[in-house]
């Protein structure tokens, strides 16, 4: 017996490969950074990870943030894949775009305690609400990135569906999937060109893999 014969559907959840700002550790959410050289050998290494989750639910529907580090992502494992252009056409979903850090866009948590330790230490004791100057909290994430995720889900049964997104938008979709609360989401670790895997029945998840 297969798991599709208990399952409805499955969603492959991805952060994107390397890109631009990923070693430094420099917050990039709307910036729209690159891919480095490396990103291409990390994403066609996990699409050989991918292959086999693919065999239940054979019927794909590919989404992505509308960010290039996304887009590009998806594409390289489109051809990793040997999947078909022709076939598979790639749905943007903004509201997957990366957390937006408004003006601190392209600093580092040393610079910000350089430049200001008073208001950067409260943002991150109360992280959840707490938003940098301009730019979202945690909860203005979950608000755009949740009911999109649901109407997602809402129309992909029978099918597995791919979505490539990023570091705080992935870890805020498994929040609301293993039902913990947003304060944990630095418990989750998300590599770049990482996979998670989630099977449903009906609306019921069963998670399979994070951070494979």
Known sequence: MSISDNFTHRLILIRHG????????????KTDTSLLADAKDQITEMSLKISPWLE???SLKLYSSPLSRATDTLQILIESLELSNENFCPEIIDE?????????????????????PEFFSKHCENIVSSNPPNGESLNDLWERVCPALDNLLFSAIGHTIVVVAHLAVNRIILCSILGIPISNFFYISQNNASLNVIDFKGELPQVRLING
């Not at 390397?18 to 959410?29: A, N, P, Q, V, Y």
């Not at 040393?110 to 200001?116: D, G």
């Open 96 to 116: 997957f775009s990366e957390l937006n850090f408004g003006e601190w866009e392209g600093e580092t948590s040393s610079s910000l305690m350089n430049k200001n």
């Open 56 to 58: 239940e639910f054979p």
């Open 18 to 29: 390397i890109s631009e700002g990923c070693i430094e550790g420099r917050f990039f959410g």
